[in-house]
């Protein structure tokens, strides 16, 4: 079956940096696009960043523009969310997420989107 499996996550200072890891199996992970979403305590989960079949096309939320950066290795079937700058505001249960699509360029930042989900792992920003 269809399974995704977060890692990286943990407590950091604001200001330094975390590197998030999703190993997909189960699927041919170069037929999905992928995406990672965050959920805070008390609020609903949000997008954060996406990543075409090929890498090539990425979407990210205004809060992540520009401090995260979503990359995928094929060979490897895993999706990477590199987060830089932390803030308190961060602080969330981290899911990756898989978006079967015969389009190479498609990517998505609706949740609806996204088949398969990750359990999650925790990042906590500390101010």
């Known amino acids: 079956q269809v399974q995704l499996v977060e890692s990286g996550g943990g407590l950091v200072q604001a200001g330094g940096s975390l590197r998030l890891s999703c190993a997909a199996s189960g699927l041919t992970f170069s037929s999905y696009a992928m995406a990672w979403f965050r959920q805070a305590p008390g609020k609903e989960r949000e997008f954060v960043a996406a990543i075409s079949r090929t890498g090539r096309n990425t979407v990210y939320a205004d809060s992540a523009r520009g401090r995260f950066t979503i990359s995928r290795d094929n060979g490897k079937n895993t999706v990477y969310l590199e987060m830089n700058s932390l803030k308190p505001e961060d602080t969330a249960v981290y899911y990756c997420?898989?978006?079967?699509?015969?389009?190479?360029?498609?990517?998505?930042?609706?949740?609806?989107?996204?088949?398969?989900w990750g359990q999650g792992t925790q990042v906590t920003v500390s101010s």
């Open positions: 997420a898989a978006d079967f699509t015969t389009t190479f360029s498609d990517v998505s930042a609706s949740r609806s989107r996204y088949e398969y």
